[in-house]
């Protein structure tokens, strides 16, 4: 089971920052190429869904870990630090739109 969390939290990081580089690509093609820039602004929205998914999972595959020992404090530590890395995607994702 720990192997599974473990790679589902690898996943949960590539699908996060890789919304963070395409709502860069988005903002900075927004003036350029409007067309490109949705089109990178859609796949960063995607990527960040993969990586709610995949949340949800992990929450889901810790919970069953729970004789465990540690892995309570573990995964939310782990939580926590990809939750406010999402948080600073997101804010990416939202930039494009002002």
Do not use: F
């Not at 993969?50 to 995964?75: G, K």
């Amino acid at each position: 089971m720990m192997h599974r969390l473990k790679k589902i939290v690898k996943q949960m990081w590539e699908e996060t920052m890789g919304a963070e580089q395409y709502a860069m690509c988005a903002l900075t093609t927004k003036d350029e190429d409007r067309t490109l820039a949705e089109m990178y602004h859609s796949m960063a929205n995607q990527e960040m869904t993969h990586a709610e998914n995949l949340m949800s999972q992990a929450s889901r595959v810790a919970s069953l870990m729970h004789d465990e020992p540690h892995i309570e404090s573990i995964w939310n530590w782990e939580r926590d630090k990809i939750m406010e890395q999402m948080a600073h995607s997101k804010y990416y994702i939202d930039a494009y739109r002002k």
